[in-house]
């Protein structure tokens, strides 16, 4: 049995839900959002990835309607929602503060939205009990938001922005004010409640992690612009730039110059090295000046040098910071060059076969790591 | 100990400058008017010891508060100041909350300034500013000349010593207090529940009356309540802008004492309006203290 792939955003006759076309947003002198296009699929999880003033949050506030847009035209399921006021567009948002009503009960704030709209009674409380259920807050309905723990305000706010089904859900950092296991937990939950409602999700966050664990979609921004938008494998793996490279995870950066061979290239990176040898199916004009990037999980370390290896260096073991299941080793080249690797811990500290000062080899294969130009 | 002192200290505050006032009050209501100094009977003479005592608790009667019954002077002056208490604090509240709703929503460096001009009046003394009020409000007054220089009117208009004026009066005098509570509430309030509610399907209006509304309301209920006690028993305000059938008890009890020299009547019109005062004192208080607790 095959599992058909969602990626719509591969099928050139899919019709995205949301469309940004030329999109520029100025607050004064300052440009927040910079002529930026970009089309976001039905039932997607689209990650804005960013460091803070990138201009994510700006991007979400236009598409809740909160900001205007200076030029250009945002498109929701084809109809240009300029115009539209906040409390008309079937965009809800989940705030980062997750701004709940504290005069309200649990109950009340989930109902809030839907007693705006003209549904009855009954349909309201019949709506209200799903979202509870849905949120596992069945037990807290009669609450007020100061009464209940920081994960269930979450859940209501949640609940309450799914409340109306809208056809696109806004998520401001969700998990920000989360500690780290209940943000792990939640962010499952969040993939999971995504999955059962089938609502397009739009999360923006800092935390290149939490982007990469529930989205199907991140794009990595940079004032104001896109710098990437792939699946998370694609920009873990073949990062478009240095920028992205080193936003995303750990990553070692060498600088050289590039000699190009069909589709292999060598790096000459530093004198009395051998060139690195690695792919790339750019064409790269002889002797430009390239970045290669590589994982730090990608080198494997080893006491003699490998002998089938591509690509192999030897150092001193600097600095070793042992992280329980996987240890990072600092290894300082003769060049004065620092390599981080990582292997994972499958024997007992005390039986580690490295240690300070020991001298070791780093090696990696021809295509362990990425050229980058920019 | 410690602790006991630092109780006793606010408590004994109390007593000295409350409890035994009031029950000298008390005590003078319930005597009888002397040509004397001080202007009533009994007084009470230690010398005489244990019968000295009895006597004195015996020249001790309710007639002066059954004496406010039988005159319609004194209900009267009680109801006209319960409603002119009563509409003042809800024009105070129609003029304060828009402009505490301003500062609170005022760029965060104007904030100080603008409460500091809330305050501003204070720095002056309150009977200047009422004559102040005469001077405007008369009908050779600013006001007066400014709407016929404007041709508003042709002929000037009797504002001062009308029931108006007395209104002007204390809906200026106590609008800092329906301000600042009402500020300190809605300053308090994220704005972000606002967007929260328009996103939800809110209308501007309709998120100001489900969400601002609603989480002022303490703020609401503090200033109300510090505007209508003291407007109750207002004395000056009345007398100086009020007209002669401006009724109000804080004047009755004036003139008790200053123009009839009735000491014990007066006393027993204070006790009466202290305890149609600890009714909204004591809401007050409830209303104090559930906001500690839903804060809590």
Not at chain 1, 297 to 303: M, V
Not at chain 2, 173 to 183: K, Q, R, V
């Amino acid at each position: 049995m095959t599992q058909t792939v969602f990626a719509p955003w591969n099928d050139p006759d899919a019709k995205p839900l949301i469309e940004f076309k030329g999109v520029t947003k100025a607050f004064g002198d300052f440009v927040a959002i910079d002529d930026l296009s970009l089309d976001i699929f039905e039932q997607e999880f689209f990650a804005l990835l960013g460091p803070s003033g990138c201009g994510k949050t700006t991007m979400m506030r236009m598409l809740a309607g909160f900001e205007s847009v200076t030029s250009g035209s945002i498109l929701l399921a084809g109809k240009d929602i300029g115009p539209v006021p906040p409390n008309k567009r079937a965009v809800n948002m989940m705030f980062q503060s997750y701004a709940l009503f504290p005069h309200l009960t649990i109950w009340d704030n989930i109902a809030f939205g839907l007693r705006r709209g003209n549904a009855s009674k009954d349909e309201i409380a019949n709506r209200v009990e799903d979202m509870l259920r849905l949120t596992r807050l069945t037990k807290f309905a009669r609450r007020k938001p100061h009464q209940i723990s920081g994960g269930q305000r979450q859940r209501v706010a949640l609940a309450r922005s799914l409340a109306k089904a809208p056809k696109l859900l806004l998520l401001d950092e969700p998990l920000g004010a989360l500690d780290k296991k209940l943000r792990q937990d939640t962010q499952f939950e969040l993939m999971d409640i995504q999955e059962k409602t089938g609502t397009t999700f739009v999360i923006v966050t800092h935390d290149q992690e939490e982007a990469m664990t529930v989205a199907s979609r991140v794009a990595v921004m940079d004032e104001g612009k896109l710098i990437q938008v792939s699946t998370p494998d694609v920009i873990y793996e073949a990062p478009n730039s240095v920028y992205v490279a080193d936003f995303i995870g750990d990553v070692n950066i060498i600088e050289g110059a590039a000699a190009q061979e069909g589709e292999s290239v060598s790096i000459s990176w530093a004198e009395g090295q051998p060139p690195i040898r690695a792919r790339s199916t750019r064409s790269l004009t002889p002797g430009q000046k390239v970045h290669f990037a590589i994982r730090p999980e990608k080198l494997s370390i080893t006491a003699e040098r490998p002998a089938e290896a591509a690509n192999a260096v030897t150092g001193k073991v600097l600095d070793i910071a042992y992280l329980g299941n996987i240890s990072t080793y600092h290894v300082e080249l003769p060049s004065g060059d620092v390599l981080k690797a990582q292997s994972a811990n499958t024997r007992r500290i005390a039986r580690r076969s490295f240690t300070w000062e020991d001298t070791v080899w780093l090696s990696w294969t021809e295509t362990a790591g990425v050229v980058l130009e920019q | 100990m410690r602790r006991l002192i630092l109780i006793a200290v606010p408590y004994l505050w109390l007593l000295a400058l409350f409890l035994v006032p009031f029950l000298i009050v008390l005590k003078i209501s319930l005597s009888d008017i002397a040509l004397s100094i001080p202007p009533y009977t009994p007084q009470l003479d230690l010398s005489e010891g244990w019968a000295g005592f009895r006597a004195f608790l015996s020249g001790l009667d309710f007639e002066n508060f059954a004496f406010l019954t039988t005159d319609d002077l004194y209900w009267k002056a009680y109801l006209s100041s319960l409603q002119i208490a009563l509409l003042s604090t809800v024009m105070t509240l129609l003029c304060g909350f828009p402009i505490a709703y301003g500062i609170a929503r005022a760029p965060h460096e104007w904030r100080p300034t603008l409460l500091m001009l809330v305050i501003l009046p204070f720095w002056t003394s309150f009977l200047i500013r009422v004559y102040a009020w005469m001077g405007i409000l008369n009908t050779e007054g600013l006001l007066n000349q400014f709407l016929l220089f404007l041709g508003v009117i042709s002929e000037p208009l009797t504002i001062l010593n009308t029931n108006t004026a007395v209104y002007i009066g204390i809906v200026y005098t106590y609008l800092p207090f329906m301000i600042l509570p009402i500020y300190a509430a809605l300053e308090k309030m994220d704005e972000s529940l606002l967007e929260a509610a328009e996103d939800l399907g809110c209308s501007r209006v309709s998120a100001f009356w489900l969400v601002t509304v609603p989480l002022s309301k303490s703020g609401i209920v503090a200033g109300c309540f510090l505007v209508f006690i003291p407007a109750l028993g207002e004395f000056v305000i009345p007398s100086l802008l009020g007209g002669s059938q401006t009724l109000m008890i804080g004047k009755v009890l004036w003139e008790e004492f200053f123009s009839n020299r009735d000491w014990p009547v007066a006393s027993a019109v204070a006790i009466v309006l202290l305890l149609i005062l600890i009714v909204p004192i004591i809401l007050f208080q409830r209303n104090q203290q559930l906001q500690r607790e839903a804060e809590g």
